[in-house]
């Protein structure tokens, strides 16, 4: 975003959702009745197996379509890939499970680019499509809406402690599993709600995106640290200090941004800043409606779908961690 603010923005009639409020994909207006949303993500892996890192870069990718409350259509593949380093059946596996993901999603994988790259990268391009009246945006909090998360927090811990062989294995089947699952209930669901903003929750962490919701809004939100879901281990892992250094990037650019009660204990902190890979969404609406909705999702299998905050007019910081 700090290079696109000295560029000329794009501008046209039909381009419902550019890159002005940072939101989680464009959305494009083809008919009164139909838009395009597209976003684009990809990154080096996160885990040891191919095939799982192809489904959980998918997953990623394809989230944030559901943020936007809409339901993705076609994938292209983007790959990065060392010539003569690696054998080619990884790549094979990476791609497979990607497109068990897109299948999954009820979308199609209809092509993509690779180039020779000194370090492995997978992603994908995603194009879904979405009622233009119904777009669900990053924006739109008001004072008095109650924050509701779907999925549990620590990946981003978890990984590095992995890489650090420090995790266990039922922390990591945790982390793996969460990641691979698609946020197509959560975002139906969602959409039932008189629901005010979304965003899924990536590698900007969850203090990073609450801020882009807020200051978008022109509200201040406070997270309460004690309703956070949390992934099994993450705590434990974070105390020893298995922190990302994208956790480290968050604080720099959070810190005046966001207030941190005295009373939260660090470790709760770190999970906060923590970037996140395939995260849960992050769902404003009427505080009225947020335990029918945590009810909702619960029900249909989201167990970790939590009440965890509450916007409030603005104040001089956007987000509070209580």
Same mark, same amino acid.
């Given at each position: ?6 560029l $000329? @923005?794009?501008?046209?009639p039909d381009?419902?959702?550019?890159t ?5 994909a464009?959305?494009f207006? %083809?008919?009164?009745d139909?838009?395009?949303?597209? !976003?684009?993500?990809f990154?080096? @892996?996160? &885990?040891?197996?191919p ?10 990718? %394809? ?8 339901? /993705?259509?076609? *994938? ?5 890939? @060392? ?18 993901? &897109?299948r999954?999603?009820? *979308?199609?994988?209809?092509g ?14 995603i194009?879904?499509v979405?009622? /233009? ?5 990053? &924006?739109?909090v008001r ?6 998360? !779907? ?8 990984? !590095? ?7 266990s @294995? ?6 793996v ?8 209930? *959560? ?14 929750? !990536? ?12 200051? +978008? ?5 406070a ?5 956070? $879901?949390?992934? $099994? +281990? ?8 298995? %922190?990302t250094?994208?956790a ?16 939260v ?5 770190d999970?906060?800043?923590? $970037?996140?890979?395939?995260g849960?969404?992050?769902? *404003? ?19 970790a ?7 409030t007019a ?6 509070r961690?209580v």
């Amino acid at each position: 975003m700090q290079v696109l603010h000295s560029l $000329p @923005p794009f501008e046209h009639p039909d381009m419902i959702v550019g890159t002005e409020t940072s939101d989680d994909a464009g959305v494009f207006r %083809l008919q009164k009745d139909l838009a395009i949303v597209n !976003t684009v993500d990809f990154f080096t @892996p996160i &885990v040891d197996d191919p095939y799982t890192f192809g489904q959980i870069a998918a997953a990623n990718a %394809l989230s944030d379509v559901y943020a936007m409350g809409g339901e /993705p259509r076609t *994938a292209l593949n983007i790959v990065g890939f @060392p010539k003569g380093t690696l054998d080619l059946e990884v790549l094979t596996e990476i791609i497979r499970g990607g497109s068990e993901r &897109v299948r999954t999603a009820g *979308a199609v994988v209809i092509g993509g680019h690779s180039i020779i790259d000194a370090e492995l990268k997978y992603g994908m391009a995603i194009t879904g499509v979405v009622h /233009p009246d119904r777009v669900v945006r990053n &924006v739109g909090v008001r004072a008095g809406d109650a924050l509701v998360l !779907t999925k549990a927090l620590g990946t981003g811990i978890i990984t !590095t402690a992995l890489k650090r062989q420090k995790a266990s @294995p039922a922390s990591v089947r945790a982390a793996v599993a969460s990641m691979v699952a698609l946020n197509d209930t *959560a975002s139906a669901i969602m959409r039932t709600a008189a629901v005010h903003a979304c965003s899924d929750v !990536t590698g900007f962490g969850l203090l990073g995106h609450s801020y882009e919701m807020a200051s +978008g809004s022109g509200v201040t939100i406070a997270l309460e640290a004690r309703t956070l $879901p949390l992934l $099994p +281990g993450a705590r434990a892992l974070a105390k020893q200090g298995c %922190l990302t250094g994208g956790a480290q990037r968050n604080r720099d650019y959070l810190a005046a941004k966001v207030s941190v009660a005295g009373s939260v204990r660090s470790d709760l902190v770190d999970i906060a800043f923590d $970037p996140q890979t395939s995260g849960g969404l992050l769902i *404003a609406l009427p505080a009225g409606e947020a335990n029918q909705l945590v009810d909702r999702l619960q029900s249909s299998g989201l167990q970790a779908a939590r009440r965890v905050g509450y916007a409030t007019a603005a104040q001089e910081v956007s987000v509070r961690l209580v």
